[in-house]
């Protein structure tokens, strides 16, 4: 049972903003079609699910999501499509709350199936969730709040030898053995900023000062850690083809290596599935001007053999 302050946020004060990256792309790589039933794992705000819903007429789609303000806002952005907590019957939209390593793939269900690993805006943008290191907020990086572990249990428990791995093998940072270091020099950190100020104290002022703030890997491979993402990705990739119909199609994106390598040679290497992209689609100039987050997103697609 949650505590009160792990509920979702009132939906009137609820402020769950994801522009949804890759939007036409996604519709025409699913061959969305009238009265398919669609699998969104990582429905966040919704955007995707709604280009799916009205791509074509008497579609239903199947909401995952491991956060609940997600969901909620979710329910929020979809109400006028019929929702349901239970399988749908008028409802066009089911919800429900998992992560997708977790749900149940029922074979033979979907005719697509689409994954957005990417962190909402919401998710950044939010301070007291602790995504990010632009305002003081404690220590969380929870998707699911639910969940025990907490990046301030990383950071002030873990070892050195510990903490200089994730960094370097999750957040591809190789001064993770001196940013490891300092971080337990300075411990207990109890908020982002603290721990931003740890990193950036750590490393040499041209580093400090280049194109990215040099907390950003350490805080990637802190969120990958405590949502166990890559672990829940390896688990996804296996479940999810044989859930899709014959011709059924799969549609994952992928914001960083780390995760692209895994899908790709996860949906290459799949007996049930034919990979429909060589090369990853990415966005276009004219959505990179609109919405800069999709610079980094790969979109790859392939299809349920006959």
Same mark, same amino acid.
């Given at each position: 049972?949650?505590?009160?302050?792990?509920?979702?946020?009132?939906?009137?004060?609820?402020?769950?903003?994801?522009?949804?990256?890759?939007?036409?792309?996604? #519709? !025409?790589?699913?061959?969305?079609?009238?009265?398919?039933?669609?699998?969104?794992?990582?429905?966040?705000?919704?955007?995707?699910?709604?280009? $799916?819903? !009205?791509?074509?007429?008497?579609?239903?789609? *199947?909401?995952?999501?491991?956060?609940?303000?997600?969901?909620?806002?979710?329910?929020?952005?979809? /109400?006028?499509?019929?929702?349901?907590?239970?399988?749908?019957?008028? /409802?066009?939209?089911?919800?429900?709350?998992?992560?997708?390593?977790?749900?149940?793939?029922?074979?033979?269900?979907?005719?697509? #199936?689409?994954?957005?690993?990417?962190?909402?805006?919401?998710?950044?943008?939010? /301070?007291?969730?602790?995504?990010?290191?632009?305002?003081?907020?404690?220590?969380?990086?929870?998707?699911?709040?639910?969940?025990?572990?907490?990046?301030?249990?990383?950071?002030?428990?873990?070892?050195?030898?510990?903490?200089?791995? #994730?960094?370097?093998?999750?957040?591809? !940072?190789?001064?993770?053995?001196?940013?490891?270091?300092? $971080?337990?020099?300075?411990?207990?950190?109890?908020?982002? *900023?603290?721990?931003?100020?740890? $990193?950036?104290?750590?490393?040499?002022?041209?580093?400090?000062?280049?194109?990215?703030?040099? /907390?950003?890997?350490?805080?990637?491979?802190?969120?990958?850690?405590?949502?166990?993402?890559?672990?829940?990705?390896?688990?996804?990739?296996?479940?999810?083809?044989?859930?899709?119909?014959?011709?059924?199609?799969?549609? $994952?994106?992928?914001?960083?290596?780390?995760?692209?390598?895994?899908?790709?040679?996860?949906?290459?290497?799949?007996?049930?599935?034919?990979?429909?992209?060589?090369?990853?689609?990415?966005?276009?100039?004219?959505?990179?001007?609109?919405?800069?987050?999709?610079?980094?997103?790969?979109?790859?697609?392939? !299809?349920?053999?006959?």
């Amino acid at each position: 049972m949650k505590s009160d302050s792990q509920t979702p946020l009132d939906l009137e004060e609820l402020a769950f903003s994801h522009i949804s990256v890759l939007g036409r792309e996604v #519709i !025409e790589g699913l061959a969305v079609r009238p009265g398919g039933h669609y699998l969104d794992v990582t429905v966040g705000g919704g955007g995707h699910s709604r280009l $799916i819903l !009205e791509a074509a007429r008497d579609v239903q789609v *199947t909401a995952v999501d491991q956060d609940e303000d997600a969901l909620a806002a979710a329910r929020k952005e979809l /109400a006028e499509f019929g929702v349901s907590e239970a399988p749908p019957k008028e /409802a066009r939209v089911q919800f429900i709350y998992s992560n997708f390593a977790d749900y149940e793939f029922i074979p033979n269900t979907f005719d697509g #199936i689409l994954a957005d690993l990417g962190v909402s805006s919401y998710h950044l943008d939010q /301070a007291e969730r602790g995504f990010s290191f632009r305002q003081a907020a404690n220590l969380d990086m929870r998707m699911d709040r639910g969940r025990s572990l907490t990046a301030a249990d990383v950071i002030n428990n873990w070892d050195e030898s510990e903490l200089a791995d #994730i960094f370097f093998k999750y957040g591809e !940072e190789r001064l993770s053995r001196r940013i490891a270091r300092r $971080i337990v020099e300075r411990r207990p950190l109890h908020t982002t *900023t603290e721990l931003a100020d740890a $990193i950036a104290s750590s490393v040499p002022p041209k580093y400090r000062y280049g194109r990215i703030h040099p /907390a950003t890997r350490v805080f990637q491979a802190l969120r990958i850690v405590v949502n166990d993402e890559l672990k829940s990705l390896e688990t996804f990739l296996d479940k999810a083809p044989n859930a899709l119909v014959p011709g059924g199609r799969i549609a $994952i994106i992928s914001f960083h290596s780390l995760e692209d390598r895994p899908v790709k040679h996860g949906l290459r290497n799949s007996p049930l599935l034919k990979v429909l992209t060589k090369k990853p689609i990415i966005a276009t100039e004219e959505e990179i001007n609109q919405n800069p987050r999709s610079r980094s997103a790969k979109l790859r697609i392939a !299809e349920k053999l006959l």
